[in-house]
């Protein structure tokens, strides 16, 4: 008996407690706002005693150190950050694919740490709209001279840190500007059939359809597709970019363009493509691509999309494949087939990506803006990615990092790149460049390199890029309830063009463009493109769009040329 | 028993359908057991079904060295065992005493237990909750919350009920006090019950993770599920690859498929040893009067 009612006991004990716990999170929040304000401010004069501050951040964890290694918060290089780098740095592990959960936790309970390292951009813009963020711009002013620096140097990173109350919020790096995705295709395939390399959406369909029946791998079977999946995967971005079918262009005329632009165009080269039979026609069951991917890899599809980025993983894993699967298979970057509406170049790399933020009640601004311009200068980054000069790494005589003892490198650099998520990688000059990470020596990555290169001959120049306004991490954050409804238009959508892809004489272009016009009208479409529209009238000069990308990428290789 | 002609057919459609249903189980087991056998190469251009292709152990020996598992494992099973235990007894504690009839309140402290399987507070308030008792990062946090499971309790209480009430009176006759009866007859009379609820909670222990997830910060204590998760989870994000050595991090298919296994090869070897208790408990709790 008294053991229950003491059980009872502590079962209203504790729901007593947590009442109250509810009432004190309210009244912290109210505390957080104004001392948001008060922090803002600058904490007395930067001339008293330099005194060696302490604060916390995040670092992702992946699940990838090494056994023996320790953990990711407390090993090797977080003991080289506190006994090399200007402050005490207590890190809390963040899980890379839950990181959302975890913050949301964190701050509630006002454990958070000072400085979140975040690549989402939705969950940076969360954040700032829940008053979380310390604005930096004085700090800045103030404490900081690498960042300054880099903040002069490239004005954009300033431009993209801003929120919308016209305060900067955000620091990240800056990436070297290449393509994202590359459209193959197996030039021995077109020798062998003796074929020229398509230029329009006519001609492409026509290739396709020679790689399927024609039997190009010469094994008697006509087991081949000209083509990657229509849906999922790697391949389907191909018809966006080629389009520009996106639900958010920018016209000539500098004004958005909302809504299922130029969608119709590239379903209808999508549907001749399933017609003719030049895909897998089980491509709706392909859930993420995998089998297309396959399907390529082991030499049955002529052409092909995919995001090869850097082509340095794509090196070591897919084109490693290939040429032992299919060793005779030849690649070849082209450029996007013209079409109806233009001809258009695939997405690039994203130049300026923010990757921190600061939390509003973190004590000590001045001690973490030290600490972020610790992590801005070059040499810290190298430590990062290529380990200590001499234990792991070696200059060669050109200057170039090379890799001492490959196992030992994988055993304790490898995994500490998430360290690194401020490196400007080009600061370090020539060696900073893409092209000069590949290892030559190595078949699968020369072929890497060369194809790298046709990339970029292919793709870096002046025709628009086929992914709308901008990068998806430039894009603004609807705001919940209009964001809901969008994703939901667009799915809608979706599923009528796929219905059109594959309806035949059932369910014709003309019906479905009907269809999604309907769709678009009742699903809030006027609502989110005035919205959009609002947003633009506002912000248009603080975003970063393609033609500024461009820019970055020009300034970018002139200072390679000049090296 | 002579079996008619359509009892036949009953049977052998019956067959037909459980063998498909069991080998819709079985199979993607099987392709994650041959993956995580293979070489790298035949796993990445998609030649692995059902039997290793190229076998090596590479996956493996990756794994173990590669990545924090063998410490995972060990959280995962000291989570488990602890976990259980602590559970099996407090929800013996609870459900015993619910299930006499003698007990004054009983109908009152089970509706009260009941309206916590229907009403619980949020994340972030559950999670200020654990902060203020000061169990963050401490497995505690995990076992606590969920000490006792309310269905699981209801079901080990119509066990119980079940008993014969000369059973206990007999038992008492005989001299023993309550802790006796409890001990002594009522406890080895339900053992099918016992061994079903340590097992549905030593799953439940094994399989946690959101919990792990947000109440564990300390990377050296995750278990296997929060770690592999991660592994898994790590093949697409479109963000990272603005930055090329993300995509090196991105853990290879079959040393996925090699934690996979690893992760359910302990549940998989209990089964069979409580197998026997386990459909008869079941269906203990299921059936009353």
């Given at each position: 008996?008294?053991?229950?009612?003491?059980?009872?006991?502590?079962?209203?004990?504790?729901?007593?407690?947590?009442?109250?716990?509810?009432?004190?999170?309210?009244?912290?929040?109210?505390?957080?706002?104004?001392?948001?304000?008060?922090?803002?401010?600058?904490?007395?004069?930067?001339?008293?005693?330099?005194?060696?501050?302490?604060?916390?951040?995040?670092?992702?964890?992946?699940?990838?150190?090494?056994?023996?290694?320790?953990?990711?918060?407390?090993?090797?290089?977080?003991?080289?950050?506190?006994?090399?780098?200007?402050?005490?740095?207590?890190?809390?592990?963040?899980?890379?694919?839950?990181?959302?959960?975890?913050?949301?936790?964190?701050?509630?309970?006002?454990?958070?740490?000072?400085?979140?390292?975040?690549?989402?951009?939705g969950i940076r813009n969360q954040l700032f709209d829940q008053k979380q963020l310390m604005p930096l711009d004085d700090l800045i002013e103030q404490?900081?001279?690498?960042?300054?620096?880099?903040?002069?140097?490239?004005?954009?990173?300033?431009?993209?840190?801003?929120?919308?109350?016209?305060?900067?919020?955000?620091?990240?790096?800056?990436?070297?500007?290449?393509?994202?995705?590359?459209?193959?295709?197996?030039?021995?395939?077109?020798?062998?059939?003796?074929?020229?390399?398509?230029?329009?959406?006519?001609?492409?369909?026509?290739?396709?359809?020679?790689?399927?029946?024609?039997?190009?791998?010469?094994?008697?079977?006509?087991?081949?597709?000209?083509?990657?999946?229509?849906?999922?995967?790697?391949?389907?971005?191909?018809?966006?970019?080629?389009?520009?079918?996106?639900?958010?262009?920018?016209?000539?005329?500098?004004?958005?363009?909302?809504?299922?632009?130029?969608?119709?165009?590239?379903?209808?080269?999508?549907?001749?493509?399933?017609?003719?039979?030049?895909?897998?026609?089980?491509?709706?069951?392909?859930?993420?691509?995998?089998?297309?991917?396959?399907?390529?890899?082991?030499?049955?599809?002529?052409?092909?999309?995919?995001?090869?980025?850097?082509?340095?993983?794509?090196?070591?894993?897919?084109?490693d494949t290939l040429m032992q699967t299919v060793p005779e298979a030849r690649l070849k970057v082209i450029p996007l087939p013209k079409t109806s509406?233009?001809?258009?170049?695939?997405?690039?790399?994203?130049?300026?990506?923010?990757?921190?933020?600061?939390?509003?009640?973190?004590?000590?601004?001045?001690?973490?803006?030290?600490?972020?311009?610790?992590?801005?200068?070059?040499?810290?980054?190298?430590?990062?990615?290529?380990?200590?000069?001499?234990?792991?790494?070696?200059?060669?005589?050109?200057?170039?990092?090379?890799?001492?003892?490959?196992?030992?490198?994988?055993?304790?650099?490898?995994?500490?790149?998430?360290?690194?998520?401020?490196?400007?990688?080009?600061?370090?000059?020539?060696?900073?460049?893409?092209?000069?990470?590949?290892?030559?020596?190595?078949?699968?990555?020369?072929?890497?390199?060369?194809?790298?290169?046709?990339?970029?001959?292919?793709?870096?120049?002046?025709?628009?890029?086929?992914?709308?306004?901008?990068?998806?991490?430039?894009?603004?954050?609807?705001?919940?309830?209009?964001?809901?409804k969008f994703s939901n238009v667009q799915t809608a959508i979706d599923d009528i063009y796929t219905r059109a892809i594959i309806g035949g004489s059932?369910?014709?272009?003309?019906?479905?463009?009907?269809?999604?016009?309907?769709?678009?009208?009742?699903?809030?479409?006027?609502?989110?493109?005035?919205?959009?529209?609002?947003?633009?009238?506002?912000?248009?000069?603080?975003?970063?769009?393609?033609?500024?990308?461009?820019?970055?990428?020009?300034?970018?290789?002139?200072?390679?040329?000049?090296? | 028993?002579?079996?008619?002609?359509?009892?036949?057919?009953?049977?052998?459609?019956?067959?037909?359908?459980?063998?498909?249903?069991?080998?819709?189980?079985?199979?993607?087991?099987?392709?994650?057991?041959?993956?995580?056998?293979?070489?790298?190469?035949?796993?990445?251009?998609?030649?692995?079904?059902?039997?290793?292709?190229?076998?090596?152990?590479?996956?493996?020996?990756?794994?173990?060295?590669?990545?924090?598992?063998?410490?995972?494992?060990?959280?995962?099973?000291?989570?488990?065992?602890?976990?259980?235990?602590?559970?099996?007894?407090?929800?013996?504690?609870?459900?015993?005493?619910?299930?006499?009839?003698?007990?004054?309140?009983?109908?009152?402290?089970?509706?009260?237990?009941?309206?916590?399987?229907?009403?619980?507070?949020?994340?972030?308030?559950?999670?200020?909750?654990?902060?203020?008792?000061?169990?963050?990062?401490?497995?505690?946090?995990?076992?606590?919350?969920?000490?006792?499971?309310?269905?699981?309790?209801?079901?080990?209480?119509?066990?119980?009920?079940?008993?014969?009430?000369?059973?206990?009176?007999?038992?008492?006759?005989?001299?023993?006090?309550?802790?006796?009866?409890?001990?002594?007859?009522?406890?080895?009379?339900?053992?099918?019950?016992?061994?079903?609820?340590?097992?549905?909670?030593?799953?439940?222990?094994?399989?946690?993770?959101?919990?792990?997830?947000?109440?564990?910060?300390?990377?050296?204590?995750?278990?296997?599920?929060?770690?592999?998760?991660?592994?898994?989870?790590?093949?697409?994000?479109?963000?990272?690859?603005?930055?090329?050595?993300?995509?090196?991090?991105?853990?290879?298919?079959?040393?996925?498929?090699?934690?996979?296994?690893?992760?359910?090869?302990?549940?998989?070897?209990?089964?069979?040893?409580?197998?026997?208790?386990?459909?008869?408990?079941?269906?203990?709790?299921?059936?009353?009067?």
């Amino acid at each position: 008996m008294s053991r229950l009612e003491s059980k009872w006991l502590k079962v209203a004990l504790a729901a007593g407690l947590s009442a109250s716990l509810l009432v004190g999170c309210a009244t912290n929040d109210g505390k957080q706002g104004n001392g948001n304000q008060n922090q803002s401010t600058p904490k007395e004069s930067a001339s008293t005693v330099e005194k060696r501050g302490k604060i916390s951040s995040t670092i992702y964890d992946r699940g990838n150190v090494p056994n023996g290694m320790g953990t990711i918060e407390d090993n090797m290089w977080t003991k080289w950050i506190n006994e090399n780098g200007p402050a005490d740095v207590k890190f809390t592990a963040i899980p890379r694919w839950e990181s959302q959960s975890k913050l949301n936790v964190l701050l509630a309970s006002g454990s958070a740490p000072d400085i979140i390292f975040e690549f989402g951009t939705g969950i940076r813009n969360q954040l700032f709209d829940q008053k979380q963020l310390m604005p930096l711009d004085d700090l800045i002013e103030q404490h900081s001279v690498e960042y300054k620096a880099l903040l002069e140097k490239y004005p954009q990173l300033k431009q993209v840190g801003i929120k919308s109350d016209g305060k900067l919020y955000e620091v990240g790096r800056i990436n070297e500007v290449y393509p994202l995705v590359s459209l193959f295709i197996r030039e021995d395939w077109l020798e062998k059939l003796n074929l020229e390399v398509p230029t329009t959406e006519e001609e492409l369909l026509a290739v396709a359809k020679a790689f399927t029946e024609q039997d190009p791998d010469g094994n008697g079977v006509k087991d081949t597709y000209g083509l990657g999946g229509l849906k999922f995967g790697d391949t389907p971005g191909l018809f966006r970019y080629m389009f520009n079918a996106n639900w958010v262009n920018l016209g000539e005329d500098g004004e958005l363009s909302v809504g299922p632009n130029n969608m119709k165009e590239s379903t209808e080269l999508k549907r001749k493509m399933f017609e003719a039979g030049v895909v897998d026609k089980d491509f709706l069951t392909d859930k993420d691509g995998t089998k297309s991917k396959q399907d390529f890899l082991n030499g049955k599809i002529g052409i092909y999309a995919i995001m090869a980025s850097d082509f340095i993983s794509f090196s070591a894993k897919e084109l490693d494949t290939l040429m032992q699967t299919v060793p005779e298979a030849r690649l070849k970057v082209i450029p996007l087939p013209k079409t109806s509406v233009g001809q258009y170049n695939p997405a690039w790399n994203n130049p300026v990506q923010m990757t921190a933020v600061v939390n509003a009640r973190a004590k000590d601004p001045e001690a973490i803006i030290k600490y972020i311009d610790f992590l801005v200068k070059p040499e810290t980054g190298r430590t990062f990615r290529n380990g200590i000069e001499g234990v792991h790494y070696n200059l060669d005589s050109d200057g170039k990092p090379v890799i001492i003892d490959a196992d030992k490198f994988t055993n304790e650099v490898s995994w500490a790149a998430d360290f690194a998520m401020l490196y400007s990688r080009l600061e370090e000059g020539k060696y900073g460049y893409n092209d000069t990470q590949f290892n030559e020596e190595i078949p699968t990555q020369k072929e890497g390199l060369r194809l790298f290169q046709d990339s970029v001959k292919t793709y870096m120049n002046e025709l628009p890029v086929g992914e709308g306004l901008t990068h998806s991490e430039h894009m603004p954050q609807l705001p919940k309830e209009l964001s809901l409804k969008f994703s939901n238009v667009q799915t809608a959508i979706d599923d009528i063009y796929t219905r059109a892809i594959i309806g035949g004489s059932n369910y014709t272009m003309e019906q479905a463009q009907q269809d999604v016009e309907k769709e678009w009208q009742q699903g809030g479409g006027p609502e989110i493109e005035a919205w959009y529209q609002e947003w633009w009238s506002k912000e248009k000069d603080n975003v970063l769009t393609w033609e500024g990308v461009y820019e970055i990428y020009k300034q970018q290789q002139a200072a390679k040329a000049a090296l | 028993m002579r079996v008619s002609r359509g009892e036949k057919i009953f049977y052998f459609i019956n067959y037909i359908v459980l063998t498909l249903i069991a080998l819709s189980c079985i199979l993607p087991l099987l392709n994650v057991a041959s993956l995580s056998l293979s070489g790298a190469a035949a796993v990445a251009s998609g030649r692995v079904s059902i039997w290793p292709v190229d076998f090596s152990f590479f996956s493996y020996s990756s794994l173990f060295k590669g990545t924090p598992i063998i410490r995972a494992f060990f959280n995962s099973l000291q989570i488990t065992l602890i976990g259980t235990a602590l559970s099996m007894i407090t929800t013996i504690m609870a459900a015993y005493p619910l299930s006499r009839r003698q007990f004054y309140a009983r109908r009152f402290f089970t509706m009260a237990m009941v309206f916590t399987m229907i009403f619980n507070g949020g994340l972030i308030p559950t999670y200020l909750v654990i902060q203020s008792l000061g169990l963050v990062n401490s497995y505690a946090a995990l076992w606590l919350p969920a000490l006792v499971s309310t269905y699981n309790m209801l079901l080990m209480r119509s066990a119980f009920e079940q008993l014969p009430r000369e059973v206990d009176e007999a038992a008492k006759i005989d001299g023993c006090g309550e802790l006796g009866v409890l001990f002594r007859v009522v406890l080895p009379l339900s053992k099918p019950m016992l061994a079903t609820l340590a097992l549905f909670y030593g799953v439940g222990f094994w399989n946690s993770f959101m919990s792990v997830l947000i109440y564990i910060n300390d990377t050296a204590k995750f278990n296997m599920t929060v770690l592999v998760q991660n592994m898994i989870r790590s093949t697409s994000m479109i963000q990272d690859f603005s930055d090329p050595t993300m995509l090196a991090n991105i853990t290879p298919e079959g040393i996925r498929s090699a934690a996979v296994i690893v992760m359910i090869i302990p549940i998989l070897a209990v089964y069979p040893l409580l197998q026997k208790y386990f459909v008869k408990g079941v269906m203990l709790g299921s059936i009353k009067g």
